[in-house]
């Protein structure tokens, strides 16, 4: 690799669809210092994100909490407010030259027609504008304008108008009071230099009307998933209540057919939409909880909740009394006079049926974009036959191009968790193409106010653009605030978000000479960046900005009253000023990073993420219990795509082990932990006893997990019951192994799947095991056509392409018999072998089938982790794996700083899935490690030694065990890395030795009084 | 004001990320609701002082407000459970010195429930009105 100072790579990169996966990869690649374009189609980013109302498993909007230490709230505010990301709404990539490192994109801009910076989203264009359309992002449920603002959380927040709608009489162009609408902006085109490209271009409802006998668009209460979960959802088309759309009436009985658009060979979707069980089980729930009188019905073909958690999450649902359906239907029709909607459908019993319903919800599958699928076209990428982009098993987020980087829905439909760690996996190849990022500059002090400066409070007031202006008395506002204590000087300005207006309004600090801020404006979740970046241009700290919000907080909300309007924001204004004479001018602490990293895992896993973190510049030292690397990767006969896994692993040791940058420890363990995020300290023991000292930022678990015994069905006692594992190490070596193996004369094969899992013991469902017994039932069919196969299943859960591989096993001939608990199969010696014992749960009827073997599913089992968890200080979770920070938004981090897990040490995981994992973990803890100077947080907590009386009341309050007891001081003390800073334990002290910065007590009690006193 | 009809004072304590952001939904989304409330922001409801509530009722405020997050949804995982038993033992404090434990209204509401938010303020000021000024307003000045 050439030197930084000759690198003639763009350390640009360009990222086109900017939803969940484009947002992530984005906000990673920025962090590393990578200037980042992000182009989409849409008016805004965000994706589909905005379109969901909560998303499983967690039942909450759950976006806030990605990043709570951050005082931005969701990825796309985020994305907005980060300095390296240029978000390209209305733009299209139309062509790309070029080679990795040197690629030349030629993007085209589409007008919005209203100019962002102008737009204060006053809403009078859309008071005025005569034509509508149907609302496409309530699944066309309710009108809308053609001038029309974006979704609340989009960014560029700000109005756009839909040409197709719109009619051009102008009226919005003279009702917009700050004349940001042009009407006649053309498109323009422009090219980037960028060394990487990333595409996210997600995902396409499938259109049910192309499965014509379910009536959608025809029948007026048979709606879209999409269309239910706008209707469930609070600022969606019905506010939240849950009406059929023929009568307004509220629906009892309620249908979901599941499979729309996908399993389904007559619409050519033969591949199976991953997400769509999971998203009926969650709206299932969300009808229930709007009405909890309503009778669920769902129609399906199998459950397919194979993701972490997601098991327990189905039970939880079932629980609730929502009725499951075996069934495909075949019709649809609608009552004229009544609304009802009457599906048919062959019960499980047999027989046609009719049942009635209210309303009929289609889950619709995911396709690949119309659009995305013409892009691939364009730039000269591989697809596959449905328009997913083709990758390959070992290099999961490649494209054909080198260079270009595909990651989320656009691979294969997928749920948040694995886009999150599929956009940081491509993260991680795009920063592998870049020219390093320039070193960040070390941020500029800014000076403080010593603590015994009188207060000379300044109140500077935005009118937004006027909008303020026309409800609140601002000229009243800035008189009454010039007569408040403490205030030395009142100024104004129109708009303090755009540079000038931060520029002018740090002139201002300085030029009036005061040492607080009150700022007067916006509410205090939005530019607070750039204020801040006002107040240290002025030399003051961020602390010493109080915020009163005038704007949403009052302006918006009260325009019948405006003389009550103008009192309150006077109080606001009062209030802050009250609790500004209290700010502390606390200075923020930096602390160093190491550029280090531990891996903890020599498998597939370990190795990976070495390597990524090593090719993007980090030491790694490697730590594996085995004397060889590789892992499981041993242990699997063959894969999907790869014969010979086992020739990967060594091909991949020898990457690992020859790498500069890698320190390899075999046959070692680790045997201390100490340290905070970025300044860890271990001790590795090798195998002779020696302890080598190492100094790390980081650290990544990858110790992976194995193949789960049993003790059940003979396994152990007779030596024809065996595990998946076995049969394909056999299967693997062809006709030869088989020959000589316990299968030689197999006739008749018995698989049982969910063996020791989905019970009791095991909970959670393993995920891979329904393929892998596919896969094997496939090779053995070819190995040897005459022999039967059977698999005895409860759920076959062969998600995405995999689905393609159930659909060749029927076609090979391989008997699928589905048992359900508490039914289990039940296997018996037999005069020439075994037999195995089965209620067909589809039949009714008790089946006994010969066998010659029986193979057992048993699935994945964690590795005995508890006391390595324990040492690094992160939890497991129930089922045994390690607990990540949040099960949607952050799958590949710790809740520690600084930690973060992959592979089968986070769950059962294919072999891309596991290398997805590592690579975005690796990309992960890079990101986090380019943060050279780690600055503490102001909104932390702080104790005052004197006062503490070391009860220990905030250790047990505190929910991250971030206050500790130091026993040698006699202190309760901070562990600030760990802390968030929500305060819960400076309430919690009953002598006050606890404060948080910026909501010290003594302020926020003047706050109080000033608010509850009033003028 | 005091000549015309009474108009109660609210004193809202909402949490960062989920009231908060539900209240400025309110705002971006135009939903109007009666100016009577006077919102102080907290990272958590978890970090709400019992002693604020009773100091803004002290000092006359005729109402308050605590918003969190939803059973659950708590950004800090369980501030909203603490907010729930403070305030409820603080209500039971109250009614025993003879205090009318329904001004203190506790609410869980998240950051898409702008309209809620926008009900509650509404239908909180109703109830005020009919109950009508806070008793110890004015007690304390001599």
Redesign the interface.
């Known amino acids: 690799m050439a030197d930084a100072a000759v690198d003639k790579r763009s350390n640009a990169v360009l990222i086109v669809g900017a939803g969940l996966s484009g947002m992530q990869s984005g906000l990673l690649l920025a962090q590393r210092g990578h200037p980042v374009y992000l182009v989409d189609e849409a008016p805004g980013i965000g994706g589909s994100l905005h379109l969901l109302?909560r998303t499983f498993p967690t039942?909450?909007?759950?976006l806030?909490?990605s990043s709570?230490t951050n005082a931005t709230?969701c990825p796309s505010i985020e994305c907005s407010l980060h300095p390296n990301i240029a978000p390209l709404p209305l733009a299209e990539l139309l062509a790309l030259d070029g080679e990795p490192g040197h690629f030349r994109a030629r993007i085209r801009r589409n007008p919005r027609y209203v100019n962002v910076e102008r737009c204060t989203?006053c809403?009078d264009c859309a008071a005025v504008c005569p034509a509508t359309r149907p609302h496409p992002h309530e699944g066309d449920l309710a009108p809308q304008k053609a001038i029309y603002a974006p979704p609340?959380r989009a960014v560029p927040?700000a109005y756009v108008i839909d040409m197709a709608a719109c009619i051009r009489c102008g009226k919005c162009v003279e009702a917009c009071p700050t004349e940001a609408i042009n009407l006649d902006e053309q498109p323009t085109e422009e090219t980037l230099e960028v060394g990487a490209v990333i595409l996210s271009p997600g995902y396409a409802p499938f259109d049910a009307r192309r499965k014509g006998e379910f009536g959608f668009g025809v029948l007026s209460n048979v709606v879209t998933s999409i269309q239910f979960e706008r209707m469930a959802?609070?600022?969606g088309s019905t506010?939240g209540k849950l009406v059929r759309p023929s009568d307004g009436k509220p629906p009892k009985r309620i249908a979901f057919i599941q499979c729309v658009g996908s399993r389904d060979q007559t619409v050519g979707r033969e591949y199976c939409s991953s997400i769509c069980c999971m998203y009926t089980a969650k709206q299932a729930r969300a009808a229930l909880e709007s009405q909890p009188d309503a009778e669920i019905t769902v129609f399906t073909m199998d459950i397919r909740t194979f993701g972490k958690g997601y098991e327990r999450y189905w039970d939880g649902v079932q629980q609730e009394g929502i009725r499951f359906r075996r069934a495909m239907v075949s019709k649809a029709k609608q009552h004229p006079k009544t609304g009802h909607v009457a599906l048919n459908y062959v019960g499980e019993a047999g027989g046609p049926k009719e049942e009635e319903f209210d309303l009929v919800v289609l889950a619709v599958g995911l396709e690949s974009p119309q659009s995305a699928r013409e892009l691939a076209q364009r730039i000269g990428l591989d697809v596959n036959p449905y328009g997913f982009g083709e990758t390959g098993e070992f290099a999961p987020v490649a494209s054909n191009r080198s260079g270009i980087f595909i990651a989320g829905c656009y691979a294969e439909p997928k749920d948040i968790p694995d886009t999150v760690a599929e956009a940081a996996a491509a993260a991680a190849g795009a920063a592998q193409m870049l020219a390093p990022a320039p070193e960040k500059r070390p941020e500029a002090p800014t000076a403080t106010v010593p603590p015994d400066a009188e207060p000379a409070i300044g109140v500077f007031i935005c009118t937004c653009h006027g909008t303020v202006g026309q409800t609140v008395d601002v000229d009243a506002l800035a008189d009454y605030a010039a007569s408040l204590p403490h205030v030395a000087a009142v100024g104004r300005a129109e708009d303090c978000c755009t540079e000038q207006g931060i520029a002018s309004l740090s002139a201002w600090i300085k030029a009036s000479g005061v040492n607080r801020l009150v700022f007067a404006g916006c509410?205090?979740?939005l530019c607070q960046t750039e204020l801040a970046q006002a107040l240290a241009r002025a030399g003051l700290a961020e602390p010493l900005l109080q915020r009163a919000?005038i704007?949403?907080?009052?302006a918006?909300?009260?325009?019948?009253?405006p003389a009550?309007?103008t009192?309150?924001a006077q109080?606001?204004v009062a209030?802050a000023a009250a609790r500004a004479v209290h700010a502390n001018p606390v200075k923020a602490q930096t602390a160093p990073v190491q550029e280090g990293v531990l891996v903890i895992g020599g498998g597939l896993a370990g190795m990976t993420a070495a390597l990524t973190l090593a090719n993007l510049g980090h030491p790694v030292t490697l730590v594996e219990r085995e004397t060889t690397l590789g892992g499981q990767l041993h242990n699997i006969g063959f894969t999907a795509q790869t014969p010979n896994p086992k020739a990967q692993a060594e091909a991949l040791a020898q990457k690992v082990t020859s790498h500069e940058r890698i320190t390899v420890h075999l046959g070692a363990t680790l045997a201390s932990f100490s340290g905070t995020g970025g300044q860890f300290q271990a001790e590795v023991q090798k195998g002779d006893g020696e302890r080598v000292p190492v100094s790390v930022g980081a650290v990544i678990v990858a110790t992976g997990g194995r193949e789960a015994l049993v003790h059940e069905y003979r396994y152990g006692e007779d030596p024809r019951v065996l595990l998946q594992g076995d049969l394909s190490r056999v299967l693997a070596g062809g006709q030869e192994s088989l020959a000589q193996s316990a299968f030689r004369d197999v006739r008749n094969l018995v698989m049982i799947q969910c063996a020791g899992s989905r019970d009791e013991n095991r909970p959670y469902c393993s995920r891979i095991c329904c393929t892998q017994a596919v896969k094997n039932a496939i090779r053995l069919k070819e190995l040897k056509p005459d022999a039967n196969v059977f698999i005895l299943y409860r759920d076959i859960r062969t998600f995405g392409m995999h689905e393609l591989l159930y659909r060749r096993a029927r076609d090979l001939g391989v008997v699928f018999v589905r048992y359900a608990l508490p039914d289990k199969p039940v296997v018996e010696p037999a005069a020439d072998g075994l037999a195995v014992r089965v209620t067909d749960a589809t039949l009714g009827e008790p089946v006994l089938l010969p066998a010659d073997a029986v193979v057992l599913s048993t699935g994945i089992a964690p590795n005995p982790n508890a006391d390595l968890a324990q040492l690094l200080g992160v939890p497991l979770d129930s089922d045994g794996f390690f607990q990540e920070q949040h099960p949607k938004m952050r799958p590949l981090n710790f809740m520690k700083p600084g930690g973060f897990l992959c592979g089968l040490a986070h769950g059962p995981h294919f072999v891309p899935e596991t290398i997805v994992q590592a690579q975005g973990a690796a990309m992960r803890a890079a990101a986090y490690l380019s943060e050279r100077q780690r600055r503490s947080k102001t909104?932390r907590v702080d104790v005052n030694k004197r006062l503490c009386s070391f009860c220990g009341l905030c250790v047990s309050?505190c929910?991250?065990g971030a206050r500790v007891m130091d026993y040698d001081e006699r202190v309760a003390r901070v562990l600030t890395d760990l802390c968030?800073?929500?305060?819960?334990c400076?309430?919690t002290c009953p002598n006050k030795a606890t404060q948080?910065y910026t909501?010290e007590?003594k302020a926020?009690?003047a706050?109080?009084?000033a608010?509850?006193?009033?003028l | 004001m005091a000549d015309t009809e009474f108009e109660p004072r609210i004193i809202a304590f909402l949490c960062n990320w989920c009231t908060y952001t539900g209240a400025d939904l309110a705002g971006t989304s135009r939903i109007q609701y009666p100016p009577n409330i006077r919102v102080i922001r907290l990272m958590c409801s978890g970090a709400l002082d019992p002693v604020y509530v009773s100091k803004a009722l002290l000092e006359g405020a005729d109402g308050v407000l605590i918003g969190g997050c939803h059973p659950g949804d708590c950004h800090y995982q369980t501030g909203n459970y603490k907010a729930r038993r403070r305030v409820a033992i603080l209500k039971s404090i109250l009614k025993q010195l003879g205090f009318d434990e329904d001004r203190i209204w506790l609410r869980w509401i998240s950051a898409s429930e702008g309209r809620l938010f926008a009900d509650t303020v509404t239908e909180m000021v109703a109830a005020l009105k009919a109950k009508g000024p806070n008793p110890l307003k004015g007690a304390w000045d001599i």
């Open positions: 109302d039942d909450s909007c759950g806030c909490i709570p709230y989203l809403g609340p927040n959802s609070p600022p506010r509410s205090p979740r919000n704007r949403e907080g009052c918006w909300v009260h325009r019948d009253s009550q309007a009192e309150k109080d606001v209030m909104t309050a929910p991250y968030q800073g929500c305060g819960i400076a309430v948080q909501f007590h926020l009690l706050e109080v009084d608010g509850a006193l009033g």
